[in-house]
Nanobody, 126 residues
Framework: QVQVVESGGGLVQAGDSLRLSCAAS????????MGWFRQAPGKEREFVAA????????YYADSVKGRFTISRDNAKNTVYLQMSSLKPEDTAVYYC???????????????????WGQGTQVTVSS
């Protein structure tokens, strides 16, 4: 069983930066594909960013490309989401997701992930 715990959310102003962390327990973290999703009030959950086994294999939603960076530290079993130039429309609960993967592959559909965190709130004021 893999447990995923997010942290780092908070209230910031538009234009500010924030870094979310996702700590994952369980063996073989280095072979886990990881993703970040978010859900705003009244909206469907949406994909934000995903990473394969290494930091050179990443993918972003168009809405965050150039502003957000996903990375991982396999020694710490942690994935990060560095968010810059935040906008009010980035306000949402952010979820980290994990799945074991037999290849260095990126998954962008929520249904492809097996393990989810409880979420962390990010609020961006204008």
């Amino acid at each position: 069983q893999v447990q995923v715990v997010e942290s780092g959310g908070g209230l910031v102003q538009a234009g500010d930066s924030l870094r979310l962390s996702c700590a994952a327990s369980g063996p073989a973290f280095s072979r886990a594909a990881m993703g970040w999703f978010r859900q705003a009030p009244g909206k469907e959950r949406e994909f934000v960013a995903a990473i394969g086994w290494s930091n050179d294999n990443t993918y972003y939603a168009d809405s965050v490309k150039g502003r957000f960076t996903i990375s991982r530290d396999n020694a710490k079993n942690t994935v990060y989401l560095q968010m810059s130039s935040l906008k009010p429309e980035d306000t949402a609960v952010y979820y980290c997701a994990a799945r074991r993967s037999s290849s260095n592959y990126i998954y962008i559909r929520g249904d492809d992930y097996y393990f989810w965190g409880q979420g962390t709130q990010v609020t961006v004021s204008s």
